[in-house]
């Protein structure tokens, strides 16, 4: 059996080492992982790193979980460190609409699975006293934390690539089309023909599914992201924001080096070709006063470099994870709109017993692309 997979972020590369490791993987398997660029080099490396459920659709709360149990193993898995810290996560209320949010999100979360500590003023003031005496209320998510976006999907590279993995990175696809027992790819110098397809494209996979008859709403955006000089530690969780405005959005976390690294705000418009998305300097001013807002001690702190990405956003907001609805043997995992990292891990074990079992290990029916179907088929 021969799988190939499109995109080497870190959902293709999960999977790629998941198929590998499975239990249940043929002993004849091979598994091809092309990518137009350098491993981890799209939405992966352009990430905040926020390992949270706080916040998330309680649809992939299940897969957050399962995810979140695979991040407290990583470093024994892959053999590396990935830099996950389960430091917390913190989120601050800055007026009365945004606590009833907390409040509601808290109480629902119960029945799936999430208890996070609901804070008044006086806790928040003790327990995180570098936030903005502005802040009224806030919860705490103890076990969340971060990662290293550009560690994470290098060290699933490599270890898949120890248990097998034919990686094709700097591989540009010319096309893709169904052939008569599996699947055709194209490259310039080489011609792959798989049993199986992954689309973890990305931003991109949105281009891979309509090539492939099956097309989902997807737009890019740009994220906009920066990292101030280094500071004697002080911000041990993750921090963010309960906000009902983009304008208002603000999260950040201070590494072990010291430096914050901080996101958030309305994302950029950017196109696919080529893709190279840049930073708004407009947007990091104005993160920079709802940063310090948030959190005064950093008003002036130097900001030392700043970067964007490429991230896919579907029109529901939902991934597009699960089989194709119109090709056996073809499979989707793109479209995680901004909050696909702490998922990374889940999606890669999800979809490599999707493919080699059939069965699921979470609920993945509401990410089936076959929500589009009615909005699609029309022009197939």
Known sequence: ????????????????FFLLT?????????????????????????SFGNVRRQGRDFRQMALAHHSLALWI??????????????????????HQEALKDMQ??????????????????????????????DVIAGSFSPQDGSGNPRLVAPAFARAAVRHGLVLRDHTQVVSIRPASSGFRIE????????????????????????????????????????????????????????????EEVIYCRQVERGNIVFGGGPREDVTLTPGHAKVNPHRTLRQLEVLTRLIPALRHTTVIRTWSGCEGYVDDMLPVMGPSARHDGLFHAFGFCGHGFQLGPGVGAEMAELILTGASLTDTNPFHIARFQNETNSGI
């Not at 059996?1 to 999977?15: D, K």
């Not at 193993?73 to 590396?80: A, I, K, M, P, S």
């Open 1 to 16: 059996m021969h799988i190939a997979i499109l995109g080497g972020g870190l959902m293709g590369t999960a999977s790629a």
């Open 22 to 46: 499975h239990p249940k993987a043929p002993k004849s398997l091979k598994v091809t992982l092309i990518d137009r660029g350098a491993i981890g080099a799209g939405a992966t490396v352009a």
């Open 73 to 94: 193993r990583l470093e024994t898995l892959l053999g590396r460190d990935v830099e996950f810290r389960a430091t917390g996560h913190v989120r601050a209320v800055f």
């Open 104 to 133: 509601n999100f808290a109480s629902a979360a119960l029945q799936h699975g999430l208890e996070i500590d609901q804070l008044d003023q006086a806790d928040i003031r003790r327990r995180f006293p570098f936030l903005s005496k």
């Open 187 to 246: 490259a310039p110098d080489e011609v792959i023909e798989a049993d199986l397809l992954l689309n973890t494209a990305g931003a991109w996979g949105g281009q891979v599914a309509d090539r492939l008859g099956e097309p989902a709403p997807l737009t890019p955006y740009a994220p906009q992201m920066g990292v101030t000089e280094p500071l004697e530690h002080r911000i041990l969780p993750v921090v963010g924001v309960w906000a009902h405005k983009a």
